[in-house]
């Protein structure tokens, strides 16, 4: 996680300074009066700041009072499903509060972050965290699975927190110790499932990041064209699209502009591989003369399923129309409690 820290005193400018060198990723800001001395980057703009922040970094760590990271946060706050973790912490360093996003944006791990680094006590106000209860937003961030419903989240997390055991649902490889608010593979009146559909029409279905996408396209095509071809292979195998974790072409297409727009608006991470590499991909591929002409290896977008998959079993076999080819490949999904 990216994390942007800024302080408002000179002691906080410092503080600012020593969290940045310890923490990952971390970057420090203070007042322009104060920035010289403690060697961090000024900020004439505190709101500029913020907002910039809100889009680039992960999470936000205000060195001073909370009232001041309430009223700038204040206009950004959206969803906490999207909004980066804010983080409080003192001049002094002697507390360190989870403010905003504690779970899915991973606050509350920041704020415990920051506290070890400056000795500090970490304030942490969510019930489950208080409780020492099971939380399933904190368990499907771990896990990078996709929750289907917030409403249905927060109703098992009050179930938990009434002393409600909630059923766990899931055939594959399992590491940990089953909380005792779960039960695994048995039913009860509420219930999550892990997969890529739900079996039971009222259980909060978590979606694993584990499909990969292999791509081609003749040279022009633009990027609705690939959105299009790409969302009806998905639904044409019951696969959502949450579940894409990221896609693959040939190298030859490192410059292919739809390519990379339709990537950039999707939100993936495009890989890409020489003809060599694909070639050597293992598995059955449905080849093509044409595209071994054109390119040097037969199959374009199977193999860079396969190959962005780690070795992956095939989920979608090429599907091919209006110019674009997309496959699709599945890792296999370990979870841990």
């Known amino acids: ?13 410092k503080l600012a300074a020593r969290l940045a060198a310890a923490l990952p990723e971390a970057r420090a800001w203070a007042m322009e009066k ?22 680039e970094a992960g ?18 706050v959206e969803s906490k499903t999207t909004d980066p973790a804010v983080v409080v912490v003192d001049e002094r360093g002697q507390f360190a509060i989870s403010l905003l996003s504690g779970h899915i944006g991973g606050a509350n ?34 896990n990078r699975l996709h929750i289907t419903s917030m409403a249905l989240a927060r109703d098992i997390s009050a179930a938990i927190l009434a002393g409600e055991q909630v059923g766990l649902l899931w ?35 978590l979606i694993p990041r584990c499909i990969h996408l292999g791509i081609g396209c003749k040279r022009g095509t633009e990027a609705s064209a690939i959105a299009a071809q790409v969302s009806a292979a998905l639904e044409r195998f019951s696969i959502p699209a949450q579940a894409v ?22 939100g993936l991470l495009l890989r890409f591989y020489s003809a060599e590499a694909l070639r050597a991909a293992s598995g059955e591929f449905t080849v093509s003369e044409f595209v071994e002409k054109i390119t040097g290896v037969d199959s374009v977008c199977e193999r860079a399923a396969v190959l962005a998959s780690g070795g992956g079993a095939l989920q979608i076999r090429k599907q091919a129309s209006g110019g674009v080819t997309v496959a699709a490949a599945r890792t296999e999904v370990r979870i841990e409690l």
Request: aromatic share 6%; charged share 20%; proline share 3%.
């Open 245 to 266: 974790m990221d896609a693959a072409s040939i190298d030859l297409k490192r410059d292919e502009a739809g390519l990379l727009q339709w990537a950039d608006q999707a």
């Open 59 to 76: 999470g936000l760590v205000f060195v001073g009072a909370a009232g001041i990271a309430v009223r700038t946060i204040a206009p950004l």
């Open 1 to 13: 996680m990216s994390v942007w820290i800024v302080a408002f005193t000179l002691r906080g400018a």
């Open 109 to 142: 791990r920041l704020t415990r972050e920051a506290a070890a680094v400056l000795g500090a006590v970490p304030v942490i106000t969510t019930a489950t965290d208080v409780n020492h209860k099971f939380a399933v937003d904190v368990f499907a961030v771990k």
């Open 171 to 205: 055939d594959g490889e399992l590491k940990g110790t089953i909380p005792a608010e779960l039960t695994l593979n048995w039913r009860q009146r509420l219930n999550i499932e892990i997969g890529l559909e739900a079996r039971l029409p009222d259980s909060l279905l």
């Open 34 to 55: 104060y920035a010289a001395e403690a060697n961090v980057a000024p900020v004439t703009d505190l709101r500029r700041w913020c907002a910039e922040g809100w889009r």
